[in-house]
């Protein structure tokens, strides 16, 4: 198992913050998510075998928030 941590952008609210974890919760393989909005960070504990950081990212991404390395 794997934890990562995603800086995020746009989220702003804990509305935009469950719609981020709704996102993470359905790429296959993730573990635990935890998303907070304050600090704009998602904390994603997920089976390296299963999905990749970059699954996390796009499905960010895909619900219309962005991410920063």
Known sequence: METSKINLQ???SQVDAD???QALHEVWGVRNA???FHSQEAIIS???NAASLHDFEQAIIDSG???SK
């Open 34 to 36: 935890e998303v907070r």
């Open 65 to 67: 928030f962005g991410v």
């Open 19 to 21: 719609k981020v974890l």
């Open 46 to 48: 997920f089976d390296e």
């Open 10 to 12: 746009g989220v702003s």
